[in-house]
Protein backbone atom coordinates (compact mmCIF):
# COMPACT_ATOMS: atom_id res chain seq x y z
CA UNK A 1 0.00 0.00 0.00
CA UNK A 2 1.33 3.46 -0.98
CA UNK A 3 2.35 5.93 1.65
CA UNK A 4 0.54 8.57 0.21
CA UNK A 5 -3.11 7.40 0.97
CA UNK A 6 -4.35 5.90 4.19
CA UNK A 7 -6.57 2.78 4.73
CA UNK A 8 -8.72 5.42 5.56
CA UNK A 9 -8.91 7.43 2.30
CA UNK A 10 -11.91 7.84 0.66
CA UNK A 11 -12.27 7.85 -3.35
CA UNK A 12 -15.11 9.24 -5.19
CA UNK A 13 -15.17 8.18 -8.78
CA UNK A 14 -17.17 9.81 -11.16
CA UNK A 15 -18.11 7.19 -13.71
CA UNK A 16 -19.39 8.67 -17.18
CA UNK A 17 -20.89 7.13 -20.55
CA UNK A 18 -18.08 6.19 -22.41
CA UNK A 19 -17.64 2.97 -23.67
CA UNK A 20 -14.12 2.42 -21.56
CA UNK A 21 -16.51 2.48 -18.12
CA UNK A 22 -17.19 -0.58 -19.31
CA UNK A 23 -13.77 -1.75 -17.64
CA UNK A 24 -14.19 0.37 -14.68
CA UNK A 25 -13.91 -2.42 -12.43
CA UNK A 26 -10.74 -3.27 -13.74
CA UNK A 27 -9.45 0.32 -12.37
CA UNK A 28 -11.16 -0.37 -9.26
CA UNK A 29 -9.01 -3.09 -8.09
CA UNK A 30 -5.97 -2.00 -9.35
CA UNK A 31 -6.47 1.43 -7.06
CA UNK A 32 -7.40 -0.59 -4.09
CA UNK A 33 -4.33 -2.57 -4.27
CA UNK A 34 -2.11 0.15 -4.70
CA UNK A 35 -3.91 2.77 -1.93
CA UNK A 36 -6.83 0.97 0.39
CA UNK A 37 -9.27 3.21 1.20
CA UNK A 38 -12.71 2.90 0.48
CA UNK A 39 -14.94 3.74 -3.00
CA UNK A 40 -18.01 5.62 -3.94
CA UNK A 41 -18.74 5.82 -7.43
CA UNK A 42 -21.24 7.92 -8.83
CA UNK A 43 -22.20 6.61 -12.35
CA UNK A 44 -24.04 9.07 -14.93
CA UNK A 45 -27.30 8.06 -16.42
CA UNK A 46 -25.22 7.18 -19.64
CA UNK A 47 -22.76 5.22 -18.00
CA UNK A 48 -25.60 2.52 -16.68
CA UNK A 49 -25.71 1.97 -20.57
CA UNK A 50 -22.43 0.71 -20.86
CA UNK A 51 -22.39 -1.07 -17.49
CA UNK A 52 -24.82 -2.21 -15.08
CA UNK A 53 -24.28 -0.42 -11.12
CA UNK A 54 -24.79 -4.14 -9.86
CA UNK A 55 -21.63 -4.94 -11.40
CA UNK A 56 -19.87 -1.96 -10.42
CA UNK A 57 -20.99 -2.87 -6.61
CA UNK A 58 -18.77 -6.27 -6.91
CA UNK A 59 -15.95 -3.49 -6.57
CA UNK A 60 -16.87 -0.98 -4.82
CA UNK A 61 -18.29 -0.07 -0.84
CA UNK A 62 -21.21 2.21 -2.52
CA UNK A 63 -23.00 3.17 -6.06
CA UNK A 64 -24.64 5.88 -6.86
CA UNK A 65 -26.90 5.76 -9.99
CA UNK A 66 -29.81 7.53 -10.05
CA UNK A 67 -31.38 11.07 -9.42
CA UNK A 68 -33.95 9.81 -7.09
CA UNK A 69 -35.23 12.81 -4.86
CA UNK A 70 -35.27 10.07 -1.51
CA UNK A 71 -31.56 9.40 -2.44
CA UNK A 72 -30.96 12.80 -1.33
CA UNK A 73 -30.35 13.00 2.30
CA UNK A 74 -27.51 10.58 1.33
CA UNK A 75 -26.46 11.32 -1.78
CA UNK A 76 -26.59 15.45 -2.35
CA UNK A 77 -23.77 16.72 -3.92
CA UNK A 78 -22.57 19.04 -0.90
CA UNK A 79 -22.60 15.66 0.71
CA UNK A 80 -21.13 13.70 -1.66
CA UNK A 81 -18.30 16.25 -2.10
CA UNK A 82 -17.40 16.27 1.34
CA UNK A 83 -17.26 12.23 2.63
CA UNK A 84 -14.92 12.04 -0.17
CA UNK A 85 -11.22 13.06 -0.20
CA UNK A 86 -10.27 12.98 -3.80
CA UNK A 87 -12.65 12.18 -6.74
CA UNK A 88 -11.89 10.94 -9.89
CA UNK A 89 -13.47 11.23 -13.19
CA UNK A 90 -12.86 7.46 -14.99
CA UNK A 91 -13.80 7.72 -17.58
CA UNK A 92 -14.25 11.41 -18.60
CA UNK A 93 -16.15 11.81 -21.78
CA UNK A 94 -15.88 15.37 -23.66
CA UNK A 95 -19.23 16.16 -22.47
CA UNK A 96 -18.24 16.20 -19.05
CA UNK A 97 -15.18 17.99 -19.98
CA UNK A 98 -17.27 20.84 -21.36
CA UNK A 99 -19.24 20.83 -18.32
CA UNK A 100 -17.04 21.06 -15.86
CA UNK A 101 -14.91 23.72 -17.73
CA UNK A 102 -18.12 25.75 -17.68
CA UNK A 103 -19.27 25.65 -14.35
CA UNK A 104 -22.25 23.54 -15.56
CA UNK A 105 -24.14 20.99 -13.35
CA UNK A 106 -26.66 19.19 -15.46
CA UNK A 107 -26.78 15.88 -13.28
CA UNK A 108 -25.45 14.76 -10.34
CA UNK A 109 -21.70 13.96 -11.16
CA UNK A 110 -21.17 17.73 -12.58
CA UNK A 111 -22.78 19.03 -9.35
CA UNK A 112 -20.65 17.57 -7.16
CA UNK A 113 -17.42 18.57 -9.06
CA UNK A 114 -18.08 22.14 -8.53
CA UNK A 115 -19.20 21.36 -5.03
CA UNK A 116 -15.95 19.81 -4.03
CA UNK A 117 -12.66 21.25 -3.04
CA UNK A 118 -10.78 18.32 -2.92
CA UNK A 119 -8.16 17.19 -5.70
CA UNK A 120 -10.43 16.43 -8.84
CA UNK A 121 -8.66 13.77 -11.97
CA UNK A 122 -10.02 13.50 -15.11
CA UNK A 123 -9.21 10.69 -17.15
CA UNK A 124 -10.79 11.58 -21.06
CA UNK A 125 -11.43 8.54 -23.54
CA UNK A 126 -12.65 9.49 -26.64
CA UNK A 127 -12.04 9.75 -30.63
CA UNK A 128 -8.83 10.84 -32.14
CA UNK A 129 -11.17 13.96 -33.87
CA UNK A 130 -12.79 14.86 -30.32
CA UNK A 131 -9.68 15.01 -28.66
CA UNK A 132 -8.17 17.34 -30.90
CA UNK A 133 -10.76 19.65 -31.22
CA UNK A 134 -10.25 22.82 -30.22
CA UNK A 135 -12.92 23.26 -28.34
CA UNK A 136 -12.05 20.25 -26.20
CA UNK A 137 -8.66 21.96 -25.99
CA UNK A 138 -10.05 24.76 -24.45
CA UNK A 139 -11.80 22.73 -22.10
CA UNK A 140 -9.23 21.14 -21.12
CA UNK A 141 -6.90 24.12 -20.41
CA UNK A 142 -10.00 25.46 -18.46
CA UNK A 143 -9.95 22.58 -16.40
CA UNK A 144 -6.31 22.70 -15.89
CA UNK A 145 -5.97 26.77 -15.06
CA UNK A 146 -9.09 25.64 -12.57
CA UNK A 147 -6.40 23.69 -10.57
CA UNK A 148 -8.12 20.12 -11.77
CA UNK A 149 -5.84 17.88 -13.01
CA UNK A 150 -6.61 16.20 -16.91
CA UNK A 151 -4.63 13.26 -17.37
CA UNK A 152 -3.65 13.37 -21.09
CA UNK A 153 -5.04 10.28 -22.63
CA UNK A 154 -2.34 7.27 -24.18
CA UNK A 155 -2.97 6.56 -27.92
CA UNK A 156 -4.35 2.87 -28.63
CA UNK A 157 -4.62 1.10 -31.65
CA UNK A 158 -7.62 -0.60 -32.53
CA UNK A 159 -10.03 -1.78 -35.13
CA UNK A 160 -12.79 0.19 -36.22
CA UNK A 161 -15.40 -2.34 -36.45
CA UNK A 162 -17.20 -0.24 -39.28
CA UNK A 163 -14.62 0.14 -41.52
CA UNK A 164 -12.31 -2.69 -40.39
CA UNK A 165 -9.87 0.25 -40.43
CA UNK A 166 -6.88 -0.08 -37.48
CA UNK A 167 -6.57 3.00 -36.06
CA UNK A 168 -5.38 4.93 -33.05
CA UNK A 169 -7.23 7.13 -30.63
CA UNK A 170 -6.91 8.75 -26.87
CA UNK A 171 -7.70 6.22 -24.52
CA UNK A 172 -7.55 5.69 -20.87
CA UNK A 173 -4.26 5.04 -19.41
CA UNK A 174 -3.91 0.83 -18.34
CA UNK A 175 -5.01 0.61 -14.45
CA UNK A 176 -1.32 0.72 -13.56
CA UNK A 177 -0.82 4.48 -15.74
CA UNK A 178 -3.67 5.61 -13.60
CA UNK A 179 -2.36 4.74 -9.90
CA UNK A 180 0.70 6.69 -11.28
CA UNK A 181 -1.78 9.45 -12.13
CA UNK A 182 -3.43 9.38 -8.90
CA UNK A 183 -0.27 9.35 -6.27
CA UNK A 184 1.05 12.66 -6.25
CA UNK A 185 -2.77 14.12 -5.97
CA UNK A 186 -2.87 12.12 -3.10
CA UNK A 187 0.99 13.11 -1.47
CA UNK A 188 -0.51 16.65 -2.06
CA UNK A 189 -4.00 16.49 -0.52
Do not use: C
Amino acid sequence: MSNFATPETRFLIGATGSIAVTRLPEYLGALRTAFGGSYTVLMTHTATNFLSPHAVGLSAERVIAREAPEDWPTDKPSRLAADHDIVLVLPATANVLSAAAAGAAPNRLTTVLLATERPVLFFPHMGTAMWRNPAVRRNVAQLREDGRIVVDPVEHADRDVVTGVVATHPALREPDGVVTAVRPALAAS
